[in-house]
């Protein structure tokens, strides 16, 4: 047995999570092996600028590439990773995604012109250093603190001892600022010795997306990030964003100072041109461009690869089309001054006629999955029909950093049906279709039972048909989830699938799925926020969470009123459970309201954290209730936490 701990590129859940041993995976079949060699037929591997612009600007590395957490667990291992040394990819793996990985393994302290450097390699994003007059600035400090620390620690072995007096979040997914405490504290913050800076709508951003759906995309985001496989030429090999997720406690602190929309800063002698790109890659976020230094930041509105429009963990759609403009905006502020193109995620471009030729492949990329995505809808194709026709013109296709590691065509093409028309495909046949479990259950019974179906499928996997073969089998298992010979049927079908994924988000879900459909869901996992952004939450949101986690079923036919005040912030609530529905509102109370809570907002800071709960903080004295008491705990007993391990490849059990 082993545990893993470990937290999604953009959810700030930490679960633990207990692990048995599983047998060994199957190797690539002649026909996985056939169609991964035909890859190198197909894009240009001659072509090896890339590894070149990677290695551009090396300084010194970890020894051993290991960062440990203070209770001394594993938080980061690039050793795990060395099997990637060999030039050759096994027949395992996409060979595209192998070069990828490989250039994700290039690690270490960077300089990207005197007076920048970055850390690269040694978390999912990467750590921006700028030497100030008097101190240092920090553009997004990593994942976990360990990470960033231990990338700080680099930087100092090898430039002089400043202090951080700035932390830049460029945006609000958690990879790009679960590390501050590993560069700053709350008590330097508070003391003005370094401040925060943040695009407008950082902490709303970076707090919601990780509460209201939450265990949801904690779940998914194992499967997108491949969380749970072992790095190895049939498990992990990259995530195409970058190697891999550290693992450990995630922390915030907010901003003190927000950024100018499209403006000037100047932060320690540091001046900085600023670009929104709101509602693209992050709902928050801003690329820099650095007139000293002559280069432009794009954060991660551009990256080696074609990007998420639509995130495999859930989430909501992103705007092609405007992602796209902020490019072509970034293209014509700055395109004729920047000498050289960072980003947040991968390695720079290094002259500024590259830098411009990479900025327009990056917009027309986009707007042109967008344009022609759109004009096949307008045609009356579903959305299958465009992902399986939608091709790249070759221009784009052969330019490396258009590959789809990380989004990919298909599911990108998918999203931006979803942006516009919805689930819905407008055929009635699929306005009210069976849930999965009877529709499962009928298929197989038209189709003569389960033992034919396999039959046939086992012909049909033995030809390559995989997807398929996972596609039946998963009806046979949905139908039947004992069935033990679909079960490993359709795991073979998905590791097969996974072993010729080009990108990482595509091969971790796939060999996620053939695990899970061998050894069964994950065990009961323990999900939580970290305290850092539980302790973010206004507290509007901690009601819109209690919310979604009422059981309408206990809560039939009750109607509740219960105030609920905060001493020590002053806030009043009204809440109204009505409908099954629970509805608030600031700033008022009503007198006739059955009970009034009164706390104080560390008080729910605790609960919320499980360091104290509701009723041993009323034993306590920590909270008081006036009028009647039952009804504030009748409340209580209507809600309900998320376990965080349901399953995904089999049904859910009623």
Known sequence: MRTRHFLSGALAAAISLTVTAAPSPNPATDTTAATNHAVLDNLPFADRQAFEDARRGFIAQLPDGKVTNADGSVAWDMSEYDFLDQ??????????????????????????????????????????????????????????????RAGLDLYYQNRPQKPVVAVLYTHNHVDHWGGVKGVTSNEDVAAGKTHIYAPAGFMEHAVSENVIAGPAMSRRAIYQFGAMLPPGERGHVDTGLGKALSKGERSLIAPTDTVPDNGTLTIDGVEIEFQMAH??????????????????????????????????????????????????????????RADIVVGQHHWPIWTQEDAKRFLSVQRDM?????????????????????????????????QWYARGYYGTLRHNAKAI?????????????NLNPLPPVQNAAKTIDYMGGADKVIEQARKDYDNGEYRWVASVMNQVVFADPSNQAARELGADALEQLGYQAEAGTWRGAYLMGAQELRNGTLPPTVGSLSPDVLQALDTGMFFDLMGVRLDAAKAEG???????????????????????????????????????????RDTLDQILLRRTSFPEAVKAGQISIS????????????LEVPSGDFPIVTPVSN
């Open 558 to 600: 009750k109607h509740l009123v219960i105030n609920w005040q905060l001493t020590d912030t002053n806030e009043n609530y009204r809440l109204n459970l009505e409908h099954s529905t629970l509805t608030y509102r600031a700033d008022t109370q009503d007198d006739n309201a059955q009970a009034t809570v009164s706390m104080t």
């Open 279 to 336: 509602g693209t890659e992050a709902e928050s976020e801003m690329m820099m461009y650095f007139p000293a230094f002559k280069v432009l930041n794009t954060a991660e509105i551009t990256s080696q690869h074609m990007h998420n429009v639509y995130t495999i963990r859930g989430a909501a759609v992103r705007d092609a089309s405007a992602w796209a403009h902020y490019i072509d905006v970034a293209l014509e502020r700055f395109g004729d």
């Open 417 to 429: 049906y979803q942006r516009y028309m919805g689930w819905y495909d407008a055929n009635p046949a």
């Open 627 to 638: 009028g009647e008491p039952n009804a504030f705990f009748g409340l209580l007993q209507m």
């Open 87 to 148: 030039e050759t990819a096994p027949a395992t793996v996409n060979p595209s995604l192998w070069r990828q990985a490989q250039l994700n393994a290039i690690h270490g302290l960077f300089e990207v012109t005197e007076g920048m450097y970055q850390i690269r390699g040694m978390d999912l994003a990467n750590m921006t250093i700028i030497e100030g007059d008097t101190g240092l600035i920090i553009i997004d400090p990593l994942l976990s603190p360990s990470t960033a």
């Open 366 to 398: 986009y707007k042109y999955l967008h344009d022609q995505s759109v004009r096949m809808i307008n045609k009356g194709y579903l959305p299958g029909d465009i992902a399986e026709q939608l091709k790249l013109p070759a221009s784009l296709d052969q």
